[in-house]
């Protein structure tokens, strides 16, 4: 499939009516600019800083002033066969976040709303931000610049995918991860009653096409813009959580954590750990064995062991076991205090057997071996500290 037709005849405007205020920069092309003085409020969420949000969440893609992108599209399989017709970009200038609307008015005109799309980059090297874009909204672009034999003017150096961070987050508290339910459920955006869902954004369109009538697209506009609010929004919601600023849940405190060990960033890992540790919550053994095993990894042992005692006065069960082993293992190898690290063993061979049916036999028998064989070796490593061959 190439590009789409095209038509030397198309008018700017003839016959259209109801689009928001706006310029026609191009045959067939519509743009609409609108600034936000900053800070802003979408949402219980004050957008500012968004610059230094960046430098936050540089290991996950973004660098340097961010660009938020959404595109508005005839249908939601992507290939060739599927084209934009709205993008939403924005992105902070001075005191403002500048949001740009560029609207394709018949697809005659596709090459030159690739071209205002590219023209309304602030710059030839952008960082996007997208949600899901990665996969759906970047790729369009490229297909159809490639259909229109059109060379990419601008440099992609850095691109931060919300979806993913949001998926590992909070996926499984949120009911789904598609961005209206993030912006309900986190941001706390309510959508006035202009706003045309998402599923029926490509049906407004076609309609569009057929009378040249846009003012049933009011809502599609609406509906891109508050997307891109969102974006800013929810970057700005995630750079505060990595940065121990956003202590409302302490398991996404945990995450954030996690987010930050992934991109071997441990002293920011840590900073959030110990703030969850510091909370008399579930999530605080949790937090305080992630730094239990930091420590070990360290060769720091006394601290370790004083921090998995800590987690086995605190958990039960198979993890406890865990826990008990790796007290043992110190305990014996490096503290040389053999009588507790024979104390830890024992626990650790009668909660074993206790938590029997919380195991595969294999597993269990496996493990079990290797407490019964610790303690041997432990019971010989006593008898001779105390003279007893």
């Known amino acids: 499939m190439g590009p789409l037709p095209q038509k030397s005849e198309t008018k700017k405007s003839d016959g259209i009516e109801g689009l928001p205020e706006g310029t026609w920069v191009h045959e067939g092309v519509y743009l609409i600019t609108k600034t936000f003085p900053l800070p802003y409020r979408h949402g219980d969420v ?57 609207f394709l ?18 710059g030839n090297r952008v960082s996007l ?23 990419l003017p601008v440099d992609v150096f850095g691109h931060l995918d919300l979806l993913q961070l949001v998926r590992y987050l909070w996926k499984g508290k ?26 029926l954004v490509p049906k ?44 409302v849940d302490p398991e996404d405190t945990l995450k954030a954590g996690e987010l930050w060990a992934s991109k071997k960033k441990m002293k920011e890992a840590e900073k959030l750990w110990k703030t969850v540790a510091s909370y008399d919550c579930p999530w605080s053994y949790k937090a305080k064995l992630k730094l239990a095993y930091e420590e070990k990894r360290r060769q720091n ?13 605190a958990i039960k069960g198979p993890i406890l076991v865990d826990v008990l082993i790796e007290l043992a293992k110190i305990n ?6 053999f009588p507790k690290a024979f104390k830890f063993t024992k626990s650790a061979l009668v909660i074993l057997d206790r938590a029997r049916p919380f195991y595969e036999y294999d597993s269990w028998k496996k493990l079990r071996f ?18 007893i061959i």
């Not at 009538?213 to 609406?222: D, E, K, S």
């Not at 014996?332 to 205090?337: A, F, G, R």
């Not at 070796?377 to 003279?387: F, I, M």
């Open 46 to 102: 004050l957008l500012e800083k968004i610059s230094q949000s960046a430098l936050t969440l540089e290991p996950w893609g973004v660098k340097g002033i961010p660009v938020f992108l959404d595109l508005e599209t005839t249908g939601l399989a992507g290939g060739s066969g599927t084209y934009a017709f709205l993008a939403g970009l924005a992105y902070p200038s001075g005191t403002h976040l500048v949001a740009k609307q560029i």
């Open 105 to 122: 008015a018949t697809p005659a005109s596709e090459k030159l709303w690739l071209k205002a799309l590219f023209e309304n980059f602030p």
């Open 129 to 151: 931000v997208t949600y899901n874009g990665k996969a759906f909204d970047w790729p369009i672009i490229q297909t159809r610049s490639i259909l229109n034999r059109k060379t």
């Open 174 to 199: 949120l009911e789904n991860c598609r961005l209206a339910t993030v912006e309900t459920q986190l941001l706390k955006v309510k959508r006035t009653i202009v706003d045309a869902p998402g599923w």
């Open 204 to 247: 407004h369109y076609a309609d569009f096409l057929k009378t040249g009538n846009a003012r049933p697209l009011q809502g599609v506009f609406y509906h891109n813009l508050m997307d891109i609010l969102s974006l800013v929004a929810l970057k700005l919601k995630i750079a505060k959580l990595m940065r121990g600023l956003e202590l």
């Open 301 to 313: 042992y006394e601290e370790a062991a004083s921090l998995f005692e800590e987690c086995a006065a």
């Open 332 to 337: 014996e190898h490096h503290i040389k205090d």
């Open 370 to 387: 290797s407490i019964v064989h610790r303690l041997k070796r432990l019971t010989g490593k006593l008898n001779r500290q105390k003279g």
